[in-house]
């Protein structure tokens, strides 16, 4: 069983930053791919950035150049770099785990809130 505990949500106004974090534990294999999918009210999960093992990103377009996802792999903890927030970013994020082999994450954390907001 693999569990995903993020943290580093919070309010922010527009224009600031945030770092989530993401601790896993478990049986996690080296060559999972992390990730970080977000919910906003009345709208339909999305994929917010994922990284591989080998350190290949792939970002939403709605998050180019404003977010950076990163990883330790040795402390089995993935990081979301949040700058540039929009009140668009409001959402609940989620951290996920994917094999590397599946096209769907395996394991969900609970969510972090995120609000952007004056």
């Known amino acids: 069983q693999v569990q995903l505990v993020e943290s580093g949500g919070g309010l922010v106004q527009p224009g600031g930053s945030l770092r989530l974090s993401c601790a896993a534990s478990?049986?996690?294999?080296?060559?999972?791919?992390m990730g970080w999918y977000r919910q906003a009210p009345g709208k339909q999960r999305e994929l917010v950035a994922e990284i591989t093992s080998g350190g290949s990103t792939n970002y939403a377009d709605s998050v180019k150049g404003r977010f950076t996802i990163s990883r330790d792999n040795a402390k089995n903890t993935v990081y979301l770099q949040m700058n540039s927030l929009k009140p668009e970013d409001t959402a609940v994020y989620y951290c996920?785990?994917?094999?590397?082999?599946?096209?769907?994450?395996?394991?969900w954390g609970q969510g972090t809130q995120v609000t952007v907001s004056s």
């Open positions: 996920t785990a994917r094999y590397a082999w599946a096209r769907r994450p395996a394991y």
């Open positions: 478990g049986r996690i294999f080296s060559n999972d791919a």
